[in-house]
């Protein structure tokens, strides 16, 4: 049929909104079966080590940790598996991370606990000490955004991906922020 020089086509096929798009294979990624007992245990410990470093107290850090975990564990039964395991659990303890270290600033003063390592001789204990509260001086003088990033990526042990879904920026700025943290870092440590 011909209206006013267009054709009105009658097709068979459904709307596009109604076509399933399939990817070809190359495109498709490849992700392993995961169960929650093993995210976990690889997410646990340094899911523990950044909340510490980020809290600067190891009960807080516990129960920063315990909280995100709970989290992911509820997430998982309700809805299934988040897309990134790793990425869910620790942008919940950055935020949690940050309540706590905000409610106990209210409370006293924040002073840096280090942990006694039991093999470690009183020399290299003390030395190491002094050396953390260096690090812990300059940190404290760099923005809450450069040291949110030195511990996810140093403490958390994160690839430079997932702390990008963490603090919801591309890669390329997660390098570029990072490269400015620790150029300021070590600017600071030098004076």
Do not use: N
Not at 41 to 69: F, I, K, M, N
Not at 103 to 125: N, Y
Not at 171 to 186: D, I, N
């Amino acid at each position: 049929m011909v209206t006013g020089g267009m054709r009105e086509v009658r097709c068979r096929v459904p709307a596009p909104s109604y076509r399933r798009r399939l990817l070809p294979c190359c495109f498709a990624r490849y992700i392993p079966p995961v169960d929650l007992e093993t995210v976990i245990a690889e997410v646990a410990p340094r899911l523990l080590a950044y909340a510490t470093g980020r809290t600067g107290c190891r009960s807080t850090a516990e129960d920063v940790a315990q909280d995100a975990l709970s989290a992911l564990v509820v997430r998982w039964r309700r809805l299934g598996p988040p897309e990134s395991p790793e990425a869910f659990v620790f942008a919940i303890a950055r935020r949690r991370a940050a309540r706590a270290a905000a409610r106990r600033a209210l409370l006293m003063p924040l002073d840096a606990v280090v942990a006694i390592r039991s093999g470690a001789s009183a020399i290299d204990t003390y030395e190491r000490r002094t050396e953390l509260r260096e690090v812990i001086r300059a940190m404290a003088h760099l923005r809450k955004s450069d040291r949110d990033l030195l511990l996810l990526r140093a403490a958390g042990e994160l690839p430079l991906d997932q702390i990008a879904k963490i603090t919801r920026t591309s890669v390329a700025a997660v390098k570029m922020r990072l490269h400015r943290a620790r150029a300021r870092l070590s600017q600071l440590m030098q004076e």
